[in-house]
C-alpha cells in the first residue's frame, strides 16, 4: 500500500518549528548558518573541532502594523501607460 494519503503522510512526518543551525569555533565565534542537519554534517566534516545548536525562529501568530496618513499633496499619482516600445524584432 503506497503512503499517498495525507492521514498517512502524517503519521510519519514529524512537524518541526522553522530553525537553522549556527555552528561556532571553539571560542565561540560564528562560523557559519546552515538551513538542514546534512549541510551541518558536511561543515563538520571540514571544520571538525566546530560545535553547532538548532534555533528556532520567533515568528508571531499576529502582526501589528501602523500606518501615517501623509495627506493629498504626498501620495502618488496615477499610473500612466507608457508610450509603445520602439524595438524592433530581431529575425535570425
Do not use: W
Amino acid at each position: 500500500m503506497g503512503l499517498t494519503t495525507k492521514q498517512l503522510q502524517s503519521k510519519l512526518v514529524v512537524q518541526d518549528e522553522p530553525h537553522y543551525y549556527e555552528l561556532r569555533d571553539p571560542k565561540g565565534n560564528l562560523v557559519r548558518c546552515c538551513g538542514s542537519a546534512t549541510d551541518v554534517n558536511k561543515v563538520l566534516s571540514l571544520f571538525p573541532e566546530c560545535s553547532y545548536h538548532k534555533v528556532y525562529y520567533n515568528i508571531p501568530d499576529t502582526v501589528d502594523v501602523s500606518h501615517t496618513n501623509l495627506g493629498e499633496e504626498q501620495t502618488l499619482p496615477a499610473q500612466k501607460i507608457l508610450p509603445k516600445s520602439e524595438l524592433e524584432t530581431l529575425e535570425l
